[in-house]
């Protein structure tokens, strides 16, 4: 069992950054492919990042690309995700999710996802 535990969140103004950090509890990271999705007040979750556990490959959605950046310290047990230029569409509730792997390959379907965090609210003002 893998417990995540996010934190970074909060209000910042349009334009702005903040860096959200996803770390386990109790157990290594390595080995864990591990994303990040958010969901907004009414609207479905989304996939938003991810990253495999060797850090070799990731991706970011489409909504957040060039803004956003995940990275990993597997010697940390934490997962980053940097978030620079934002926007006030971003604001949600940002969720760090894990599952086992150690495939080059990432999935991007919340449902491939075995563990996740409590989530970390961040809204940004216009």
């Known amino acids: 069992q893998v417990q995540l535990v996010e934190s970074g969140g909060g209000l910042v103004q349009a334009g702005g950054s903040l860096r959200l950090s996803c770390a386990t509890s109790?157990?290594?990271?390595?080995?864990?492919?591990v994303g990040w999705f958010r969901q907004a007040p009414g609207k479905e979750r989304e996939f938003v990042a991810v990253?495999?556990?060797?850090?070799?490959?990731?991706y970011c959605a489409d909504s957040v690309k060039g803004r956003f950046t995940i990275s990993r310290d597997n010697a940390k047990n934490t997962v980053y995700l940097q978030m620079n230029s934002l926007k006030p569409e971003d604001t949600a509730v940002y969720y760090c999710?894990?599952?086992?792997?150690?495939?080059?390959?990432?999935?991007?379907?919340?449902?491939?996802?075995?563990?996740w965090g409590q989530g970390t609210q961040v809204t940004v003002s216009s």
């Open positions: 990253i495999t556990w060797r850090g070799g490959n990731s």
């Open positions: 999710a894990a599952y086992l792997s150690d495939s080059y390959y990432y999935n991007v379907r919340s449902d491939e996802y075995d563990f």
């Open positions: 109790g157990r290594t990271f390595s080995r864990y492919t």
